[in-house]
């Protein structure tokens, strides 16, 4: 069984403390910081999706030295969302962390835990047979919670939250669906959809009513998710290594026209193109 160090636990326990009482300062009504006195959940909301986000992107560059800073920064705002509930009497960040631990042992019938993570010593049955997989087990246990606290059966896309990145969402709300036999039999039948839902904006297009165009460009974005999906791709995922790879080709193009002491504002399209191509070609050929 893996344990931390009596000394880990024990500085980890600490930098905890020391960072919780960081944020009760900072909110202090006489002497806390002015910015910091006027947040409400909904203004601190969009941080943690941004600092979400560049943990993402150290991860993805493997910068280890910037990681735990990234990290620092998304924890600092369950801290910060934790005070201001604390502030209102709603809980507090202990109420967070035994919630999400007793969540974490509920969702994991087939470990075993010790009494430093059960807060009461309990007689746990032997590990179930994960006939499914630990994967759907999970998922069977998380339906299992929503229907307990709903009160009853819940719908197949329930829990699926709309503040989700649009992609993210759509995925999910396709393996959904797919769960309850809402699906196509293959991948060749959702990649047929695409290519139906592309016809159908051109139609719409040619028409030129936005709104219209506006739909079914999203039932195209959908149907590609759905193919990701299908596939065992993150939309998200292609879709930054796309934006990584525009990036990279467009400072290229800019590189070799600043080489030359050109602006990128006065060539025409043709000039871009073959630059473009030039950029790609490299690329693709690898380092020389």
Same mark, same amino acid.
């Given at each position: ?66 990681? #735990? @800073? *990234?990290? $620092?920064? /998304? ?9 201001? &509930?604390? +502030? ?96 196509? #039999? @293959? *991948?060749? $039948?959702? /990649? ?9 904006? &051109?139609? +719409? ?84």
């Amino acid at each position: 069984m893996t344990d931390f160090s009596s000394s880990g636990m024990a500085e980890a326990e600490q930098q905890l403390s020391r960072l919780l009482a960081l944020m009760a300062r900072l909110r202090d009504p006489e002497e806390g910081c002015p910015w910091d006195k006027e947040q409400t959940f909904e203004t601190i909301a969009p941080y943690a999706i941004e600092e979400a986000y560049e943990v993402m992107d150290a991860i993805q560059k493997q910068d280890w030295r910037a990681f #735990p @800073d *990234e990290l $620092g920064d /998304l924890l600092l705002q369950v801290v910060y969302q934790a005070q201001l &509930a604390r +502030e209102q009497g709603l809980f507090d960040f202990a109420t967070v962390a035994r919630m999400v631990t007793e969540k974490m042992i509920r969702r994991h019938p087939h470990v075993t835990f010790g009494p430093d993570v059960l807060s009461v010593p309990v007689q746990q049955a032997a590990p179930p047979v994960v006939e499914a997989g630990v994967p759907a087990q999970w998922e069977q246990l998380k339906e299992r919670e929503r229907r307990a606290a709903g009160g009853g059966v819940q719908g197949a896309l329930a829990g699926v939250p709309p503040a989700l990145p649009a992609l993210l969402r759509a995925s999910k709300l396709a393996s959904r669906a797919a769960r309850v036999g809402f699906d196509w #039999p @293959d *991948e060749r $039948g959702v /990649l047929d959809k695409v290519r139906e839902e592309v016809e159908e904006f &051109a139609v +719409e297009m040619a028409g030129g009513d936005h709104a219209r165009m506006q739909d079914e460009l999203g039932d195209i974005l959908f149907s590609v998710a759905s193919l990701a999906r299908r596939l065992k791709l993150d939309p998200e995922a292609c879709l930054r290594q796309a934006c990584d790879k525009f990036t990279r080709r467009f400072e290229g193009v800019e590189a070799r026209l600043t080489d030359k002491g050109l602006s990128m504002a006065e060539q025409d399209v043709q000039t871009l193109d073959a630059l473009w191509r030039e950029v790609k070609q490299q690329e693709q050929a690898g380092p020389a």
